[in-house]
């Protein structure tokens, strides 16, 4: 942090300077003194970190409530958070700091209010009228522990419930306790000799404030008197009681009880229940009870002037319906709806028209929260159908299993995206509008496109919109239509490698400017897609089977001396880039039965033919098949390019390039073939121990001695390869399949490996190396000794760019580079044949040229800048659309051109930009001399790198795994951010964390959220505008009419002065060890007055003047009719004096 600190106040200083004081990062000698002259703009000013929005469903909801006036919806959660949803965009996420779980909510209707019960015995009242919600005060209650609450509409005192059966009541505003306390052994019976249970349920008599409803536990329910503090009913039944409901006119309620019953209760006939139904019971000829059935958990009784009253209930299902998923039950008039759902029912809440508890209720719509989505039922409709849901609360739906970011992308993408994406929505949903429609959209200023992708469990992948803190889902693409699914139990257990899971996406790569998709699944398939608009039907799917393998004695690669010219490798043993019919190609393969398994994948392609729709369309499949009964190794990196129509996977076999124009497989070389046999970085063992563990994704051995004593080697290394027999190999993999058990995807297995190898080493000091470095160590922590996957140096990056191949180039072409987990980055250079029809005719050269440079760490990213250190990303071909008409094609296919080619006399015209899990270097082109360096940590290592655009310059961003974001300038690699953020806690952090441009970034935060962040300081100084507003001031409804008749003979609604009951005067002070009050950031008003936003400030104060103008107009009107009305009686008493002045008083 001192080295950050100082660096902050020398931000000044030529790049040089810098460099000179940051760890070995002197220029080297012949380093050209024109590099010195790069002006960096970025500066630490430009940075700051911080959370801006979190999509997606709320993990592990607890409880729910919602606003009828502001149509808002609250949702609660068993760590403590808070999801709160309006209209489509309109979201807002926050926490409370003990992380208990959320027991219930309940809105201050209308005030912009609402209030919290923790698990934790404490209540927490949060103010929404502003951007960010924040706490304004807590209660923690210290003797007694919180059960149910309830505040009834347009009062400010707050009833709790307790588990001791007591009842306390809170004042809102000021978040004191009232003096007055209902205690148990009061309510009840005096001749009860059994405690009542907790309180589960507290509610006002709709037409009577002055009477309080009390449900306890065990079956006992007390309609209580204020006023009088006494019972005045009591209602007994020998079932639990789960929850109870009011009818509007207050002469009657419902309860749920755990037997499956529901009982009806006349508010003046306590001895027995009006009616008894077992909505789901079997009811018995002979008129005996029906059988009990599951709980009731809840029971809503909602009212309608024109028909039958709605009883929704969730829960109560026969005993023998096992298996069957949760229902959810609309009684209406005779008619019964049972309503399946996907998930087990949390809560859920009927809709209403009124706010007013004591008017016909007219409901409309029942929203259900269940534990992993949010389902909102149209009861106004026959059948009951459900809303679209506005919200992206999918991205679960399958787990995800990668995620990247794209911000600043082609402005058509989206709407292209979303044109193919609309043709995939399901049919059947309600015609109504999303009733949940409260607040409004962020006046935000970031206007550029932003894309999220996700790949899942099951294999698909989802095109997200992000732009403008939204999130909404574009397109899915199943990849899985590719493969056969239905196979036989036989069949399937001997051919997959992976038991759960087969079509699971590991890594993807996305050109979006020319539209191609490229993705890697665990059972080591690469797929390459292309977009169009136009429907197709593939009669066969074209696939391409590669043998990647450890014995390169029967590789046949090209020799790959760096100073060859490129030439094409001539498949051998290893390759079978053949076109052949999938059920000719896998007849080849030997089966299981009879021998090791060999030449066959691990899927089987899909035989028959594939209709596309529009949107992302095969173009070509790429299987790793089994090698003498081991199975193929999973896929660690992966890249496409467009303008090359090269796609290039790798794991830690080696690497494959194949043209996928030509469907053809150009290179398959081993990773130790990369290296050239003469150069200075010819790996030697990495491990001080000589054994060597064949890889596989399950491989985790309990001990060295398992492993292979012996390494595989290059054969142009001068050394033999002795492996082990394929015998012994196959004895060996099932030795340890059969240790392991399969309980791993192949997903969990790598993961787990990489972690473990990444956490065993982050305490250990690395040797410091240089360009000069002849060997490479790494010592390990012998706890890990059961997890080799590092034995072996596997392909950990790839970047396509236009450079120079060997330092004696004098012209930019063609390259790929290559990175690795043990630091070396090679270069591989890539001969296109001319564009047009011999592009498709000539084969593409590709060879090794050695290796660039070498790093501490596994390389994570790398790039490429130009002399002014301005990005120069790969080259591309626009998109067009391949089955458009000829015309259109050649209107709309225009090749970019590559850069032009430059030559370089006595100076470097580019910087290769390399970043490792622990160091950053930048090297010169073509002179291969490294001008800068960054040790970027010493004790961690770096999760995700990536290089990024920002404030119209570039940077490195980094995630660590002790929880620090780092951004280093460029070229000179100046840190100019470092925050302790978040710690990693799991591996779905790791796997799922991503940078983009501008100041972006996202992880998956729970298995159901994704979590943005931002590290621009001008997107943090415009998030208030840029984030939505939950409150609007919309006017309260008008109560109910009592009408002439109640008015006259005292029907109607009763109200109650609770002030009088309740306050301080009338109940004294409550007692100060029962609960423990806890300020927020504020008072209520001082909140209100700071915090909220201008707009609402501006809309409450004309609200107000409006009521004060209409005010003011009503008393100037009482005043001058007062006048007329006074003048009158002036003018008759004049007149009456004149008229009798004269007369005598007997005249009168």
């Known amino acids: 942090m001192k080295k950050f600190n100082i660096r902050k106040v020398l931000d000044g200083l030529t790049a040089a300077s810098s460099s000179s004081s940051s760890s070995s ?95 934790d015995d404490s209540i927490h009242l949060w103010n929404l009228r502003q951007k960010i919600p924040a706490i304004l005060h807590s209660l923690k209650f210290n003797r007694e522990r919180i059960t149910y609450c309830h505040l009834p509409f347009q009062s400010k005192w707050l009833y709790i419930g307790t588990e001791r059966g007591n009842i306390h009541i809170v004042n809102v505003e000021s978040f004191t306790l009232s003096g007055y306390v209902i205690m148990w052994n009061k309510a009840i019976e005096l001749s009860t000799k059994t405690h009542p249970g907790p309180v589960v349920h507290i509610s006002d008599n709709p037409m009577d404030e002055g009477k309080l409803l009390i449900g306890f536990e065990c079956g006992v329910v007390v309609l209580w008197d204020l006023k009088s503090k006494k019972a005045d009913y009591r209602y007994t039944y020998d079932e639990a009681i789960h929850s109870v409901a009011w009818h509007h006119e207050g002469k009657q309620f419902v309860c749920s009880h755990s037997d499956g019953t529901l009982t009806t209760w006349n508010i003046r006939a306590p001895a027995k229940p009006g009616q008894i139904i077992t909505p789901h019971g079997k009811q018995p000829k002979d008129g005996k009870k029906p059988e009990p059935c599951k709980p009731i958990l809840k029971v809503e009784y909602k009212t309608t002037r024109a028909g039958d009253p709605f009883m929704v209930l969730s829960g109560g299902l026969s005993y023998d319906t096992v298996g069957r998923r949760a229902c959810l039950t609309v009684m209406h008039g005779k008619s019964t709806a049972v309503l399946e759902m996907d998930y087990p029912i949390v809560d859920f809440l009927t809709l209403c028209e009124t706010p007013y508890p004591n008017d016909f209720q007219e409901p409309y719509a029942v929203v259900v929260l269940l534990e992993k989505d949010l389902v909102v039922i149209d009861l106004g409709q026959i059948g009951y159908p459900i809303f679209e849901n506005p919200y992206p609360l999918t991205v679960h739906e399958s787990p995800v299993t990668c995620c990247e970011y794209f911000a600043d992308c082609p402005a058509e993408l989206i709407p292209a995206l979303y044109s193919v994406g609309s043709r995939q929505k399901r049919q059947g949903y309600s015609k109504k509008e999303w009733p949940i429609s409260g607040g409004n959209w962020g006046q935000g200023t970031q206007s550029y496109p932003e894309i999220i992708i996700t790949g899942h469990a099951d294999g698909s992948i989802k095109f997200w919109d992000a732009s403008a803190l939204m999130l909404q889902v574009l397109y899915k693409l199943k990849t899985a239509k590719v493969f056969e699914r239905a196979r036989g139990k036989e069949e399937k257990s001997g051919a997959d490698i992976v038991e759960e899971d087969p079509f699971a996406i590991q890594t993807l790569s996305w050109c979006p400017e020319s539209r191609m998709l490229c993705v890697a699944g665990v059972s080591a398939h690469v797929i390459v897609y292309r977009f169009s608009k136009q429907e197709v039907t593939s009669e066969v799917v074209q696939l391409l089977e590669v043998r990647m393998q450890c014995d390169f004695g029967d590789v046949d690669s090209p020799d790959p001396g760096g100073e060859q010219t490129p030439t094409l490798p001539v498949p051998g043993a290893s390759s079978s880039p053949q076109e052949v019919e999938p059920p000719t190609l896998l007849s080849t393969g030997s089966n299981s039965s009879d021998g090791p398994r060999d030449n066959i994948p691990c899927l089987q392609v899909r035989s028959s033919p594939l209709k596309q729709s529009p949107g992302y369309q095969v173009e070509l499949v790429i299987q790793l098949v089994w090698v003498s009964g081991e199975p193929p190794q999973q896929i660690t990196s992966l890249a496409i390019n467009s303008s090359y129509g090269l796609v290039v996977f790798g794991n830690s076999n080696g690497l494959a390039v194949v043209d996928y124009l030509q469907k053809t497989l150009l290179l398959n070389m081993g990773t130790l073939e990369l290296y050239s046999p003469s150069e200075p970085y010819q790996r030697q063992p990495c491990s001080p121990r000589k054994t060597r563990q064949p890889s596989g994704a399950l491989c985790d051995s309990v001990d060295g001695s398992n492993a292979s004593e012996d390494r595989c080697k290059s054969p142009t290394s001068g050394s033999t390869s002795p492996c082990n027999s394929d015998e012994e190999r196959k004895q060996k993999f099932i030795e340890k399949v059969k240790l392991k058990g399969r309980r791993f995807s192949k997903t969990v297995a790598s993961d787990f490996a990489k972690m473990s190898r990444k956490i065993s080493t982050s305490n250990e000091q690395k040797p410091d190396l240089d360009a000069k470095d002849v060997s490479f160590t790494r010592s390990r922590s012998s706890s890990v000794t059961s997890i080799e996957r590092e034995s072996r140096e596997v392909i950990s990056s790839f970047h396509f760019c236009e450079s120079f191949p060997r330092k004696t180039d004098t012209m930019v072409s063609p390259c790929l580079l290559v990175g690795t987990t043990q630091g070396s980055v090679m270069m591989v250079a890539v001969s296109l044949p001319p564009g047009g029809d011999q592009r498709m005719q000539q084969p593409v050269g590709v060879s090794s040229c050695g290796t660039l440079v070498r790093l501490k760490g596994g390389i994570l990213t790398m790039a490429l800048l130009d002399s002014t250190a301005t990005l120069l990303p790969p080259s591309y071909e626009p998109w067009y659309d391949t089955n458009a008409s000829d015309e259109e094609k050649e209107r709309s296919r225009k090749r970019r051109p590559a850069s032009p080619p430059s030559s370089h006399e006595g100076h470097d015209p580019q910087f290769a930009v390399l970043c490792s899990d622990k160091q950053a270097k930048v090297v010169a082109m073509p002179s291969q001399t490294r001008i800068y360096k960054h040790n970027i940590t010493e004790t961690s290592f770096v999760l995700r790198a990536d290089v990024v655009q920002m404030a119209g310059a570039n940077c490195i961003a980094c995630f660590c795994a002790n929880g620090h974001i780092m951004t280093l300038s460029l070229p000179s690699l100046r840190p100019l951010l470092d925050v302790n953020y978040l710690p990693l806690t799991d591996m779905r952090i790791a796997r799922t964390f991503c940078f983009s441009n501008l100041g972006q970034a996202l992880y998956l935060t729970s298995p159901t959220e994704v979590q943005r962040i931002t590290y621009s300081q001008e997107t943090c100084d415009n998030l208030q505008e840029m984030l939505s507003e939950l409150f609007t001031p919309v006017e309260t409804p008008e109560a109910p009419n009592r009408g002439f008749f109640k008015g006259l003979f005292g029907g109607g609604a009763q109200s109650l002065d609770r002030e009088d009951l309740f306050g301080e005067t009338a109940a004294g002070k409550a007692s100060r060890s029962l609960a423990q009050h806890i300020p927020g950031p504020g008072g209520m008003e001082g909140m209100k007055g700071a915090a909220s936003g201008v707009v609402g400030d501006l809309a409450r104060a004309r609200i107000a003047l409006d009521e004060r103008g209409q005010k003011l107009g009503e008393l100037e009107e009482r005043t001058a009719g007062m006048m007329a009305s006074a003048e009158s009686f002036s003018k008759h008493a004049h007149d009456m004096m004149l008229k009798y002045k004269d007369k005598k008083w007997y005249q009168l």
């Not at 911080?50 to 606003?67: E, I, L, N």
């Open 25 to 119: 990062a002197a220029a080297q000698p012949g380093t050209p003194r024109e590099n010195d002259a790069v002006q960096e703009t970025l500066q630490s000013e430009h940075f700051q970190l911080c959370k801006t929005v979190r999509h997606g469903f709320p993990y592990q909801p607890s409880s729910m409530a919602f606003d009828p006036v502001q149509k808002i919806l609250a949702v609660g959660t068993q760590t403590g958070a808070l999801r709160l949803f309006g209209r489509a965009g309109v979201e807002c996420y926050c926490q409370h700091e003990s992380g208990a779980a959320v027991i219930q909510l309940q809105f201050l209707i209308n005030e912009g209010a609402l209030v919290s019960a923790l698990a």
